[in-house]
């Protein structure tokens, strides 16, 4: 409903914009399409198939074991304090974000997607295709893309109150980036970004 009467930035095809409400779309439309709640359709096809036993769009009031909550860091006067997000956080996640999970979940989903049991592998290649044509080359169906001195990588990020998280796959060597954090950006931003460096000088570039 809130979405509902938003017109269009501009006609669909020729551009690219990044938009969470695109994704809000797109849940729609699988949940049209395959006759599945969103979640369940997440569990059906992805977090089981990939063996991600930690994962879910869970509740704000369902009852979670381990599950972080996050903080921020309030600086005053030379002094800081952290102040909770458990009230703050959203209810729940939905298709343009919000889900928990494990790097040991992500590491899965990862492996899962290099070996072609989520996607086939023209559908895969297609994952990791950006998109010139619109003028950006450097965002796929869903990853942002990037010719980097180490190779190739995919990756998405995620931030809000007291969450931030960094995936990327160094498609050519293999190795993965995973970085999740319950603290607010750029926690996991800058832990990132040192691992990123250091793979730079692993490949000698």
């Known amino acids: 409903p809130l979405v509902y009467k938003s017109q269009t930035a501009f006609e669909p095809g020729i551009r690219f914009s990044y938009s969470n409400t695109g994704y809000l779309l797109l849940g729609a439309i699988i949940e049209s399409v395959s006759g599945e709640e969103y979640f369940q ?8 198939p990939a063996g991600m036993k930690n994962t879910g769009g869970f509740a704000k009031d369902h009852p979670v074991e381990n599950r972080a909550t996050g903080y921020t860091k309030i600086w005053q006067y030379e002094d800081f304090t952290w102040t909770d997000h458990t009230g703050t956080r959203i209810l729940r996640g939905c298709p343009s974000g919000g889900i928990y999970s494990t790097a040991e979940d992500l590491l899965q989903f990862d492996i899962a997607l290099r070996n072609h049991k989520l996607l086939s592998p023209e559908y895969t290649q297609l994952l990791f295709t950006g998109f010139p044509e619109l003028n950006a080359s450097f965002h796929s169906t869903g990853f942002f893309l990037s ?14 109150s007291g969450v931030n998280c960094q995936y990327k796959m160094y498609l050519d060597s293999g190795y993965t980036i995973i970085v999740l954090s319950n603290f607010s950006p750029p926690s996991a931003n800058i832990v990132a970004n040192v691992i990123d460096q250091l793979m730079m000088q692993k490949t000698g570039n």
């Open 41 to 48: 359709y997440l569990m059906n096809h992805i977090f089981i």
């Open 147 to 160: 010719d980097h001195r180490s190779g190739k990588t995919v990756s998405h990020s995620g931030d809000g």
